[in-house]
């Protein structure tokens, strides 16, 4: 079993999941309630086209979902855990299987255990120090929450000084103003509550959940067609 998930782990390299999370643009949030909601969210938003997740700590047994969705996705989806506060827990999130590590803040000692394991760290950053400090110490990614206190603009002027830094903006965002943030140039999405209604799930209308990725996808790929042939 575990050398099943160490194959799998293997067959994408860190320049690889990168890549796809960059060809992929959103990545979904699952900030649920239970295992169950967890696993069906991801199935319905699957059907609308999602293929990255961001499974967080707060949502019970986050390990043990990692561990299950890689397995039965394999690398057909890319698979991350979010809300990894330790050095402990991005290790256990990194055994079970994640592709990627979100962290809410920039911590040294997370970014060192996801540069050992060759495994694409994503630390949570807002002002320029920080994003300078997450620089200095090796993230692949940097996450800008909360984005929609500030704004795509906000995004785009740290841009100036951080032109090489891979920007995913979190917090707010949702089908209306997501090719704002790809225009300003994101490079990919953090997006939870666009996608993930609590009332849907509690209401069993997954189906909404399937919809809401079709329109952010779309308006993520409108805005990326929208910048070919343009200067940079």
């Not at 999370?21 to 309630?33: A, C, K, N, P, W």
Request: glycine share 12%; net charge positive; aromatic share 6%.
């Amino acid at each position: 079993m575990n050398t099943s998930l160490t194959k799998a782990n293997l067959t994408l390299t860190k320049d690889r999941v990168l890549s796809r999370l960059h060809e992929i643009s959103v990545i979904g949030i699952i900030r649920v309630d239970s295992r169950e909601d967890c696993l069906n969210a991801m199935k319905a938003l699957g059907e609308g086209g999602l293929r990255a997740f961001e499974i967080p700590t707060t949502t019970p047994d986050a390990v043990e979902l990692v561990k299950e969705s890689r397995r039965k996705y394999g690398n057909e989806t890319v698979i991350g855990m979010g809300t990894v506060l330790d050095a402990a827990t991005a290790e256990g999130g990194i055994h079970a299987g994640a592709q990627f590590i979100v962290s809410p803040s920039v911590d040294k000692d997370v970014l060192a255990v996801c540069a050992r394991s060759g495994v694409v760290s994503c630390p949570g950053a807002f002002s320029a120090t920080e994003v300078a400090q997450a620089l200095k110490w090796g993230a692949d990614l940097v996450k800008l929450f909360p984005i929609s206190q500030v704004g795509p603009g906000y995004m785009k002027a740290l841009m100036g000084p951080f032109p090489r830094v891979r920007f995913v903006p979190t917090g707010g965002i949702e089908a209306g103003n997501a090719g704002e943030y790809v225009r300003a140039g994101a490079f990919c999405l953090g997006v939870g509550g666009g996608l993930v209604s609590k009332k849907a799930i509690a209401d069993g209308r997954f189906e909404l959940l399937t919809k809401a990725a079709k329109h952010i996808l779309m308006a993520v790929n409108n805005a990326r067609s929208s910048l070919v042939g343009k200067p940079d």
